[in-house]
């Protein structure tokens, strides 16, 4: 048995890892369980086949019907996913909060940009941000960027050329990449390598951010521990997890608050599977809809094919340049809200890879499209919305894993107004890489990313699993944390607004930890 | 080094491909594996065959670059730790079955051994599962099996130092991977 201790968290990625941080540094003792490995920089080779370390490597999740990306999309061991996140960083535009009062679809958040806007800024001042507050197209109200914008290659020059030609107005991409030196974190040099994870800290990192931070402090990180439950006393209130050791032992540490931040699969697992006499549907599922409300996020790849040098090596992997189309914006043009990242840095190899723009050459056509693309592909990434539904949701598996924990299941399926949406974006994109002057200009298939939801925030107890700070309705001392918790996203990177939440939620914890730890 | 399992994943663990050879780990690249002839750890000979052929079908080179060195060495491997691109997209673990369903069904669409067919052939059924017109082809989706294994190609042409030289792009490594990749 392990000292019970204040809070214990599953997940040690960029929300878990926070938590850990913040609280500990109010004087609260922290347990952080991760199921995967440890992590060091050294870790993060410069290698898109050796960064497949940092990826899912976890129990499987099987899924049903359209695929979500799962494995690629989520991240094993100490830092997560945000170990290899592109660090896009805008804010959430303000009517993201409230597109069902507003436009009559979706599901509204409990709170407004405003109740997030201090909260976006403090992460802001203590990460780094690079942009420009008055050039980026749709940025809500805060304070400017603390870092100048990232370089624009000769690929985003072209692109942004056909963009401005056919009225799709892009400006500066907020990155949380450091384009000088911040806070003791070197500047980025543009080497293209972010997916394979910065080990110089340029971009923001949990191993170089708040996991030093709150071991310093003295949480305590114990990885290979695969939570397997939320333990509950006679009450219904969370008293603690239940995991499995890396020697295989069944386990407990017991706490006065627990935090789930397993992800937005692994979350509403753990609650499905945590069932128990007060809660035979599973914990904090009296809505019905933990695992409900699950969202994708259709990306749409364009490339053009030019005959000068595009430069497209170099940069970051999120690109150079962005756009937003508001709900509103969009209505016009396309059923939904959408994002563009033009000029993303590309390797030869993997999904995103140069490879990747024509999987249908082979032979020595594939040989002669890569040494024509190495230097003249430029590629802008679209980022389409999806509005939450129930009956897209994580469920659990008949199959267990090696613990004897249910397997998740995740049921989705794409609504006709989400693939009307990638159709006009993916239209778009090639009409403005034709207006570039591209020799050729293409679209590739929809592929899933920036997956949020499943344990969704909202007022009412009977439509949603958690309040606004992301603790459950049912159980007070149980709180989820990440993306998860999101009712929509607009279309819009998660991270940035994941910290956001983290902060304020951190924030009212330890102003009312008695709430909390009741 | 005495091969056991643990000598073994902690060679791969370090950051270079373990190979077994005559009782012993070997770290080499896959190219290296393939000139040395390195047994076969996961994979029979037909499969190793079948899978050389397809490789150089579908990006000529490709099997001299170690593909089926390196395949066969991740399948070894614990799949938490694989460096194959399948793990991305959601086949679940172990992906030998995968890879060993894939390679029987490309020797039964060929009617024998995918390795005996000419060139010509050979392309020409590769262009047949990418269109999903291979029929009967009994084993994991025909078009799948070519994507998955073109990315596999792809890696060991292109994904390596080696490879971004073939494209004169510059490597610009942070932490460079193994030589002995």
Redo the contacts between chains.
């Keep these: 048995m392990n000292e019970a201790v204040d809070v214990v968290i599953v997940g040690a990625g960029a929300a878990g890892s926070y938590f850990a941080a913040k609280l500990q540094g109010a004087g609260k003792q922290v347990v952080v369980l991760e199921a995967g490995p440890e992590r060091g920089l050294e870790d993060l080779v410069s290698s898109s086949i050796w960064a497949r370390r940092l990826k899912w490597g976890g129990p499987p999740v099987d899924s049903q019907g359209v695929p979500i990306g799962h494995n690629v999309n989520f991240g094993w061991g100490l830092g997560g996913a945000a170990l290899h996140h592109y660090a896009t960083w805008p804010r959430f535009a303000e009517e993201t909060f409230h597109i069902r009062e507003r436009y009559g679809v979706g599901l509204d958040w409990p709170i407004a940009y405003d109740d997030l806007r201090a909260h976006y800024d403090a992460i802001q001042r203590e990460v780094g941000i690079a942009g420009d507050a008055e050039d980026e197209p749709s940025r809500p109200p805060g304070e400017p960027y603390p870092l100048p914008p990232l370089p624009v290659f000769a690929q985003g020059e072209r692109l942004k050329a056909g963009f401005d030609a056919i009225g799709v107005d892009v400006g500066a991409l907020p990155a949380a990449i450091l384009t000088r030196a911040y806070n003791g974190r070197d500047a980025c040099i543009y080497d293209g390598w972010c997916e394979s994870g910065c080990p110089i800290g340029a971009l923001a990192n949990p191993l170089v951010l708040h996991i030093p931070e709150a071991k310093r402090l003295g949480a305590e990180f114990r990885t290979e521990c695969a939570a397997t439950g939320v333990l509950t006393d006679e009450t219904g209130q969370a008293r603690g997890v239940r995991y499995v050791d890396a020697a295989g032992e069944v386990r407990e540490q017991h706490a006065d608050v627990v935090i789930l931040a397993a992800s937005c699969v692994q979350n509403p697992r753990l609650l499905l599977a945590s069932a128990g006499a007060k809660h035979p549907d599973g914990l904090a599922n009296s809505s019905g809809l933990a695992g409900a409300n699950f969202m994708v996020d259709g990306l749409a790849a364009v490339y053009g094919l030019f005959d000068d040098p595009m430069e497209n090596v170099f940069g970051v992997n999120a690109g150079q340049l962005f756009h937003r189309a508001a709900y509103e914006d969009g209505r016009a043009r396309a059923p939904g809200a959408y994002q563009w990242q033009l000029a993303p840095a590309i390797k030869p190899n993997d999904l995103a890879g140069i490879a990747g723009a024509r999987p249908d050459l082979i032979g020595p056509d594939l040989h002669d499209f890569m040494r024509r693309a190495a230097h003249g592909l430029a590629v802008a990434a679209g980022f389409a919305s999806t509005l939450p539904d129930a009956q897209n949701r994580v469920e659990l598996s008949s199959e267990t894993d090696s613990t004897g924990t249910p397997l998740a299941r995740v049921v989705y399926r794409n609504a006709p107004e989400a693939e009307a949406l990638w159709a006009h974006i993916a239209a778009e994109g090639v009409a403005a890489a034709n207006a570039a002057g591209a020799r050729e200009a293409w679209h590739g298939r929809p592929a899933p990313v920036h997956i949020s939801g499943g344990t969704v925030m909202g007022d009412d107890p009977a439509r949603s699993v958690t309040d606004g700070y992301g603790r459950t309705h049912d159980v007070s001392n149980l709180v989820l944390a990440g993306a998860g918790l999101f009712p929509y996203t607009g279309g819009s990177s998660p991270t940035f607004t994941l910290y956001a939440l983290a902060h304020r939620t951190a924030e009212h914890m330890i102003e009312h930890w008695s709430e909390y730890a009741a | 080094m005495r091969l056991n399992r643990r000598n073994f994943l902690k060679q791969s663990a370090v950051?270079a491909l373990a190979f077994k050879v005559g009782g012993a780990v070997v770290t080499a690249s896959p190219a290296h594996a393939y000139a040395e002839d390195f047994p076969m750890q996961v994979l029979s000979a037909e499969e190793r065959a079948a899978l050389e052929a397809f490789g150089d079908?579908?990006?000529?080179g490709a099997a001299q670059e170690g593909l089926a060195h390196f395949i066969d060495s991740q399948l070894a491997a614990e799949?938490?730790?694989?460096?194959?691109?399948i793990?991305?997209?959601?086949v679940?673990?172990p992906y030998a079955g995968f890879y060993k369903a894939a390679l029987a069904a490309l020797d039964a669409a060929a009617g024998g051994r995918f390795a005996d067919l000419s060139s010509a052939d050979r392309?020409a059924l590769?262009?047949r599962m990418?269109a999903g017109e291979v029929a009967p082809w009994r084993g994991p989706p025909a078009a799948f099996v070519?994507?998955v294994l073109?990315?596999d190609a792809?890696?060991v042409v292109?994904?390596?130092e080696a490879?971004?030289d073939r494209?004169?792009?510059?490597?610009?490594?942070?932490?460079?991977?193994p030589a002995r990749?």
Aim: avoid cysteine.
């Design positions: 950051g079908t579908i990006l000529p799949s938490a730790d694989s460096l194959l691109i793990r991305y997209l959601d679940p673990p392309l590769a262009r990418g070519l994507f073109r990315m792809i890696d292109y994904g390596t490879g971004f494209l004169d792009l510059p490597y610009m490594a942070h932490i460079a991977p990749w």
